[in-house]
């Protein structure tokens, strides 16, 4: 019985459940090495929820965290000159593309979406940093830039989302010339006194972290993110010296004064919405009339307001 | 180090010339007429070398030390040029240097990197690698050009910004993403010329401008050959192949659109004629300053906008 129970059991089911249980059930969580149940992964936002580590997640989860009811269009984006210059290293960059095409069904590493956030319509720009490390050429450039013409001319905020290495080397110095057109491009929308936000997820770096993503009205970076100008080993190799702790994470960055807050990814939508509803709703409240007596808005909204409601309205439904 | 592999049978030759010379103190016509030859054959070898070099070559020239560097542009173009330091929040940076100065009778601001010409001074100026303190000078100096009218002149020399953790601590990413942001709502005029190397973000960040002018033999790229080859081939032997790959001579960003005008450089390149060289770039500023001065500020503004939103539409 003991020996039936204790040895001859357990081992039948040991065998049994390794058939039946398909690998991918359980993942180990990078920096803690913890095992996570995919559900219970799935559940808390690809977060451990034994040490809270950050894990990456696709564009499209990302999109349906941040929008409201997780509805959302995404808005068509112009076609641009493939492999412009013709690159080639060990391999060429135009199969490099079309690798990256087939393993994310994309046809470049950025995706733009027009929805709401807060009640406040919104577009958001996010980088899938499956496409070759979320690197930026002329068509990650083109989106960002389409982004913000599609935010000033819905009256919405612009969200960036940047997962990204920086520059695309393969596209030489028309990646570099996105530095300057992305700004051009998210300028647009502060010029047209819309909140243009930054929300830094790992990694941002190089050209990437040098260009829009510094110049946000908001910085929010999610817990532990990468965030730097110069890579770790370039600047290893420069100093000759161990980097200190903690070293250009967004924990570090928020410390140096380069990020407004660091916020846990199940954090994201509430805060942004809050945020948008501050900078874009801005006369909800109770003003103070002429004789000084408090007169109570009812719930008007400024003009501005309800012009992007009822927008907000038209794409809702077309989202839908 | 300063000498180029493939210049070698020039600098042979050259090196006869003088050896001829110190020895024909006593008037020997002979001689004279045989330094005259050697002279025109060097000249012919320089041609020749120089219409054919490749972009491997073209690397070495850019970065070749005895190049005119910043200061040498200021001292023969700019009169009453008066240095200002300091980015009014943590330092002064060394590598990014500017002030105020008259071009051609026209005050300006003027600002770029300065690599330095010898070792000492190359240290001092860390090898024309700023720092956010060089952005945020250079971000000042343009917001004074802005408040004074008068228009901004940027000489690009750099093989990048400094990658170090008091930058990094102190926001490089930042400091270069709002010095091209300050460029590029500039309503006054802003020429750059790459007289050297321009070497990625810290490059751009002072010339996203209404002219971008190359020397003929300078570079311009997102990553260093050596870096790129690091990267993508995974040894920095490749260097040659991804300066080809990468498309970083004058000549290459002329035919994708990316910079206004290629300069002249004299026979044998920059190195052989300081002078020379920086008079063609004076030349290519004073035609650019004409055109933009004249221009409505608003439309300045726009024409400059829509000139970088429109690279790489066509190729």
């Known amino acids: ?320 | 180090m300063s000498q180029l592999e493939f210049e070698k049978p020039v600098l042979e030759l050259e090196g006869k010339i003088r050896e001829l010379k110190n020895v024909s103190s006593d008037d020997n016509l002979n001689i004279a007429d045989e330094i005259s030859k050697m002279q025109k054959k060097v000249d012919k070898l320089l041609k020749q070398t120089y219409a054919k070099l490749n972009p491997a070559q073209i690397v070495q020239v850019a970065r070749h030390q005895d190049r005119p560097h910043f200061l040498d542009y200021v001292e023969e173009l700019i009169e009453d040029y008066t240095e200002l330091a300091g980015d009014r929040y943590f330092g002064d940076d060394q590598a990014l240097l500017g002030g105020i100065g008259r071009f051609k009778g026209q005050s300006c601001i003027v600002i770029g990197h300065e690599k330095g010409s010898n070792t000492e001074s190359r240290i001092k100026h860390n090898f024309g690698m700023a720092r956010p303190e060089g952005y945020r000078k250079a971000q000042r100096l343009m917001a004074m050009a802005e408040q004074f009218n008068i228009p901004v002149l940027s000489f690009v020399d750099t093989a990048g910004a400094y990658p170090g953790v008091g930058a990094e601590e102190r926001g490089q990413a930042e400091a270069i993403a709002k010095s091209i942001e300050t460029c590029l709502r500039l309503h006054v005029p802003i020429i750059s010329t790459i007289i050297g190397e321009g070497g990625s973000g810290g490059a751009i960040a002072i010339a996203a401008a209404d002219n971008i002018y190359m020397l003929e033999h300078s570079i311009y790229s997102v990553i260093s050959p050596e870096g790129c080859a690091s990267i993508l081939w995974r040894s920095a032997e490749y260097s040659k192949d991804a300066a080809t790959a990468l498309k970083l001579t004058a000549k290459n960003l002329k035919e994708l659109k990316l910079i206004d005008g290629i300069i002249k450089e004299p026979l044998g390149g920059a190195h052989r004629n300081k002078r020379k060289t920086i008079e063609n770039v004076g030349d290519a500023i004073e035609k650019s300053i004409h055109n933009l001065m004249s221009m409505d500020k608003d439309k300045l503004i726009k024409t400059r906008k829509n000139k970088f939103l429109a690279m790489g539409r066509k190729i």
């Open chain 1, 1 to 320: 019985m003991n020996w039936l129970t204790e040895f001859i059991r357990p081992r039948i089911r040991s065998i049994v459940e390794q058939k039946e249980v398909p690998d991918n059930l359980w993942k180990k969580c990078p920096e803690c090495d913890g095992m996570l149940f995919h559900r219970d992964l799935d559940e808390n936002m690809n977060v451990c929820y034994h040490c809270d580590y950050h894990m990456k997640i696709s564009v499209k989860e990302r999109l349906e965290l941040i929008f409201d009811d997780s509805n959302y269009k995404e808005i068509a984006l112009p076609e641009v000159a493939f492999d412009p210059l013709k690159f080639k290293d060990k391999r060429k960059y135009s199969d490099r593309i079309k690798d990256s095409r087939n393993k994310t069904g994309r046809n470049d590493g950025i995706v733009v979406a027009l929805g709401s956030v807060g009640g406040q319509n919104t577009v958001i720009a996010a980088f899938d940093f499956a496409f070759m490390g979320g690197s930026m050429g002329v068509a990650v450039g083109e989106g960002i830039v389409t982004a913000a013409e599609t935010a000033v001319k819905n009256d919405a905020a612009l969200i960036v989302v940047p997962a990204s290495g920086g520059a695309r080397m393969q596209e030489g110095m028309l990646s570099l010339m996105q530095m300057p057109r992305t700004i051009i491009a998210v300028d647009m929308v502060k010029d047209a006194g819309l909140p243009y936000i930054v929300l830094l997820t790992n990694p941002t770096t190089g050209g990437v972290s040098a260009s829009f993503a510094m110049v946000g009205d908001i910085h929010i970076a999610e817990p532990g993110t990468m965030i730097g100008f110069a890579g770790k080993r370039v600047i290893e190799e420069t100093i000759r010296e161990k980097l200190p702790e903690g070293f250009q994470t967004a924990e570090y960055l928020k410390d140096h004064g380069m990020v407004d807050m660091v916020v846990h990814r199940k954090d994201l939508h509430d805060t942004i919405s809050r945020i948008l509803n501050l900078l874009m709703d801005t006369n909800r409240c109770c003003k103070k009339s002429k004789n000084g007596s408090k007169k109570g808005c009812s719930g008007k909204v400024s003009r501005s307001k309800v012009k992007s409601k009822n927008s907000n309205k038209a794409i809702i439904g077309k989202a839908a």
